[in-house]
């Protein structure tokens, strides 16, 4: 097999992030191995399911992850399934042996076999509240069952790669949207509302986020897998370094698909986890592979936007939003 071309497996490929980069490795030309559980749905992959290779296991099936690795025996390694990022997603027990268990599941798997490079889904709720942008050798206080598994996940990374010396990447991601994202999430439904000239129920205006397109998240996970560095356990914040408040975001949706409703703020109770402060600090990637985000938040809106009208089967699934009370 060409150097160019990797055999490359991807867990929570039937998710938001792992949909986007299994099609993208497809584009690529790379053989690409999905592990999925029995139980997932699969719409986010069904244009190319032909052209990947499926193994169903749940990682928390020991065995059955060895069993598929060894068969796999791949040369990147993609892990982004994960448990708990949703408000509807609040078992502790699953939340712990999906993301802390499996992960240390498919990494003892891939040890085995052994690989080029392993790069894992870490999340910005790592950090918690934060009055400023946090770098990557902070403390990191989790806010969330949720969080604290994903932090205990990378540390279990960071530390396996210096012992084992090997490449065991983690990308604490901020905010990503883009083409099929979950429809219940803040950026879908600001659009498929927009475009019938509505807007949904909204928490305070004040709330803020930095907002990454789905692209450049993808693109940062490929190039941390074709980028060898001397931190064999790097950790790498995935952001644009700009938070945007709400009221900032429903401005651009409202000018870009020109709406003419107006927000009624505070017409849907703000969440435990929203804040007016959350922003990433990017430098490190930056410096160290090259990583920048090729999109600006104007520009990744108005491709998300143009995806969702040009798919008339898949905008059936993102009509969920509700004009909010008057």
Same mark, same amino acid.
């Given at each position: 097999?060409?150097?160019?071309?990797?055999?490359?497996?991807?867990?929570?490929? @039937?998710?938001?992030?792992?949909?986007?980069?299994?099609?993208?490795?497809?584009?690529?030309?790379?053989?690409?191995?999905?592990?999925?559980?029995?139980?997932?749905?699969?719409?986010?992959?069904?244009?190319?399911?032909?052209?990947?290779?499926?193994?169903?296991?749940?990682?928390?099936?020991?065995?059955?992850?060895?069993?598929?690795?060894?068969?796999?025996?791949?040369?990147?390694?993609?892990?982004?399934?994960?448990?708990?990022?949703?408000?509807?997603?609040?078992?502790?027990?699953?939340?712990?042996?999906?993301?802390?268990?499996? @992960?240390?599941?498919?990494?003892?798997?891939?040890?085995?076999?052994?690989?080029?490079?392993?790069?894992?889904?870490?999340?910005?709720?790592?950090?918690?509240?934060?009055?400023?942008?946090? $770098?990557?050798?902070?403390?990191?206080?989790?806010?969330?069952?949720?969080?604290?598994?994903?932090?205990?996940?990378?540390?279990?990374?960071?530390?396996?790669?210096?012992?084992?010396?090997?490449?065991?990447?983690?990308?604490?991601?901020?905010?990503?949207?883009?083409?099929?994202?979950?429809?219940?999430?803040?950026?879908?439904?600001?659009?498929?509302?927009?475009?019938?000239?509505?807007?949904?129920?909204?928490? $305070?205006?004040?709330?803020?986020?930095?907002?990454?397109?789905?692209?450049?998240?993808?693109?940062?996970?490929?190039?941390?897998?074709?980028?060898?560095?001397?931190?064999?356990?790097?950790?790498?914040?995935?952001?644009?370094?700009?938070?945007?408040?709400?009221?900032?975001?429903?401005?651009?949706?409202?000018?870009?698909?020109?709406?003419?409703?107006?927000?009624?703020?505070?017409?849907?109770?703000?969440?435990?986890?929203?804040?007016?402060?959350?922003? $990433?600090?990017?430098?490190?990637?930056?410096?160290?592979?090259?990583?920048?985000?090729?999109?600006?938040?104007?520009?990744?809106?108005?491709?998300?936007?143009?995806?969702?009208?040009?798919?008339?089967?898949?905008?059936?699934?993102?009509?969920?939003?509700?004009?909010?009370?008057?």
């Amino acid at each position: 097999m060409p150097d160019s071309r990797k055999r490359v497996l991807v867990t929570g490929a @039937t998710g938001f992030v792992g949909a986007n980069l299994a099609h993208r490795l497809q584009r690529d030309g790379h053989e690409v191995h999905l592990i999925v559980r029995p139980a997932d749905t699969r719409w986010r992959i069904d244009s190319v399911i032909d052209d990947v290779h499926l193994h169903e296991a749940s990682l928390q099936e020991r065995e059955r992850v060895e069993e598929v690795v060894l068969q796999i025996d791949p040369e990147w390694v993609f892990h982004l399934a994960t448990y708990g990022a949703y408000s509807s997603q609040r078992d502790v027990e699953t939340i712990v042996t999906t993301n802390y268990n499996g @992960t240390v599941n498919l990494v003892e798997a891939c040890l085995k076999t052994g690989f080029e490079a392993f790069v894992g889904a870490g999340s910005s709720s790592e950090y918690g509240y934060k009055d400023h942008a946090p $770098s990557e050798s902070e403390l990191t206080e989790p806010n969330s069952h949720y969080a604290a598994t994903k932090a205990a996940a990378t540390l279990y990374c960071r530390f396996t790669a210096q012992a084992r010396q090997r490449r065991l990447s983690t990308l604490r991601f901020y905010s990503v949207f883009g083409p099929w994202e979950d429809p219940t999430r803040l950026l879908p439904t600001l659009l498929i509302c927009g475009l019938r000239g509505e807007l949904p129920p909204l928490v $305070s205006p004040r709330i803020a986020r930095d907002y990454v397109y789905v692209d450049d998240a993808v693109e940062a996970l490929i190039l941390t897998a074709k980028t060898p560095v001397e931190d064999l356990g790097a950790v790498f914040n995935v952001g644009t370094g700009r938070q945007t408040t709400l009221q900032e975001l429903v401005g651009l949706v409202r000018t870009q698909l020109r709406v003419p409703a107006e927000p009624v703020w505070g017409s849907m109770t703000d969440r435990d986890w929203d804040t007016d402060i959350w922003v $990433s600090d990017p430098m490190r990637i930056h410096r160290t592979i090259g990583w920048k985000p090729a999109f600006s938040l104007e520009d990744g809106l108005e491709q998300f936007a143009r995806w969702i009208k040009s798919n008339p089967a898949l905008r059936a699934r993102y009509e969920t939003c509700r004009t909010p009370p008057q």
